[in-house]
């Protein structure tokens, strides 16, 4: 911890009750930073701080950052840019950094926006009301050094009443050759399943009915914990996981990202199929097509391991959705390298994937390779995967048309007051009228059977099975 005076010294209490003015949290990157924000923006209002309604009249202003490729990482310096010329003329702004970029720069953003007050990386998210004490006894403070991440005290401020996430596993211990997230997110650290049941117990009194546990690779959860079972196989892997925390009354629907498939095994596939409440919706990113190039990106598993466990979900659960990532021109990507992957994405028929294009990271192996591909090839290879992509994910849709499908409501529907939305168990969201023809009224939290009418790329829209006659 480097907690050196700050030229501005603000006098304030850090007493709960105090009005401590309002807020501004903008989140970029990935669910596990959308988690930590949740969580931070609950420490703020356990601290009296209040939501600002817009960015430029809060009094803090935090920005939750992402590093994964360099576009992510731009981005946020050009929001401080925008907020320290605002603190010139507003000392009293308290300017914060979290997140990834926090944790990749540390002390240089200090340098490079000494406006700063304070730089924390993700491992600190619950510690926000202590480092904004030091802040507020006039230090500017850069909290980044690795830590056991501490239980959460306070009340996470969610964005849904209906969905929650729950972090089951911190951090990843692989050592993908382009990826900055080890570097940054640190080693893994799962949290108990006690706690994480505690917290999902509390969920469902509170009126969560969706559950998405969350991990980096949440397949590789409880290799830190103890445990072996009298067969001689390890106590607390995912699975265990999952049977554990299933039976929570309340909760109606459980989903879990991201999965490696390294550590996607038969039995959890097997538990899945087995579980009511897991939704049929599965993340697991491939990176790419070749085998040779998934060895160089050190992905730790062959195509056809990866062709297997699909194989494997689709025999057990046919309606599965299956979503994905992928990485193109990565260093020495051969044309017919990058062929493979087009292929695969063909072959497997993705409901969704997630594209990029390779981005050199800081502290990454591969970024210092010299068979770095042009940034015209780049261009052109994700132009033609998103084609592909696309029409694979419409063609994928198409299964939808006329059946009946389960759908958890989540809300009204922000652009048509009249309708509801929620989401199928495979995670495709969808919208229909929200009273049905016998005159029952839906409401969020509510089950509802869709008949789906009509198909988009992104949403489905449908009628109540009441609307027909049953
Ligand atoms: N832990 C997950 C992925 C987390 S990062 C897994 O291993 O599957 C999210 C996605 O960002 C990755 O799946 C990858 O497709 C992409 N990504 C990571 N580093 C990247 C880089 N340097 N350039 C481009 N995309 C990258
Ligand atoms: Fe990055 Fe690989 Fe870890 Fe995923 S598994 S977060 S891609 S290092
Ligand atoms: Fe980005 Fe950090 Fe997530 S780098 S993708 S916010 S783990």
Redesign the pocket.
């Known amino acids: 911890m480097i907690a050196t005076p700050s030229k501005q010294i603000h006098q304030q209490s850090s007493q709960k009750t105090l009005k401590k003015g309002s807020y501004w949290i903008t989140t970029f990157g990935?669910q596990m930073n959308k988690a930590d924000s949740e969580r931070m923006a609950g420490i703020l209002e356990g601290m009296g701080y209040k939501q600002a309604e817009k960015e430029l009249q809060a009094d803090l202003v935090l920005y939750n950052t992402c590093t994964?490729?360099d576009n992510a990482e731009q981005k946020v310096y050009s929001y401080l840019g925008r907020q320290a010329q605002r603190k010139k003329e507003r000392p009293d702004l308290k300017l914060i950094v979290a997140g990834c970029v926090a944790q990749q720069e540390g002390e240089s953003l200090l340098r490079r926006v000494p406006e700063l007050d304070l730089v924390m990386g993700p491992q600190h998210a619950n510690r926000l009301e202590i480092l904004l004490n030091k802040v507020d006894n006039g230090h500017q403070v850069v909290a980044t050094e690795e830590i056991n991440i501490i239980e959460d005290l306070t009340t996470a401020r969610r964005d849904s009443k209906i969905c929650a996430w729950v972090n089951v596993i911190y951090g990843?211990n692989?050592r993908?050759t382009?990826?900055?997230?080890p570097s940054v997110r640190g080693q893994e650290q799962s949290r108990t399943p006690e706690a994480i049941k505690k917290e999902i117990n509390y969920l469902a009194t509170c009126g969560f009915k969706e559950i998405t546990l969350l991990g980096?690779?949440i397949d590789a959860y409880g290799r830190d914990l103890p445990g072996i079972t009298k067969e001689g196989r390890r106590e607390n892997t995912f699975t265990d996981l999952l049977k554990y925390v299933h039976d929570v009354d309340g909760v109606e629907r459980i989903r879990f990202a991201?999965s490696?498939p390294r550590y996607f095994t038969n039995r959890l596939i097997e538990t899945c199929a087995e579980l009511p409440k897991l939704c049929e919706h599965f993340h697991i990113?491939f990176?790419s097509g070749s085998n040779q190039i998934l060895k160089a990106m050190a992905r730790g598993y062959t195509i056809e391991k990866y062709k297997k466990i699909i194989d494997y979900i689709r025999k057990l659960m046919p309606q599965a959705s299956i979503t994905a990532?992928?990485?193109v021109a990565f260093p020495g990507e051969t044309e017919s390298q990058f062929r493979e992957t087009l292929s695969i994405i063909k072959e497997i028929g993705f409901d969704q994937v997630n594209t990029?294009a390779?981005?050199p990271?800081p502290n990454t192996p591969a970024a210092n390779w010299p068979n770095q591909i042009k940034e015209s090839i780049k261009v052109e290879r994700l132009r033609e995967l998103n084609l592909l992509v696309e029409r694979i994910a419409k063609d994928r849709n198409g299964r939808y048309q006329g059946k009946i499908e389960e759908i958890l409501v989540e809300d009204i529907n922000p652009k048509n007051n009249s309708q509801l939305m929620g989401r199928t168990r495979t995670n495709r969201l969808t919208f229909f009228p929200k009273e049905g023809k016998n005159g029952l009224g839906y409401k969020p939290g509510d089950l509802v059977s869709v008949k789906i009418e009509n198909i988009r790329s992104f949403s489905l829209t449908g009628k109540p099975l009441d609307e027909f006659d049953r």
């Open positions: 990935c994964i490729r990843c692989e993908c382009y990826c900055v997230v980096q690779n991201t490696h990113p990176q990532d992928v990485i990029a390779y981005s990271r």
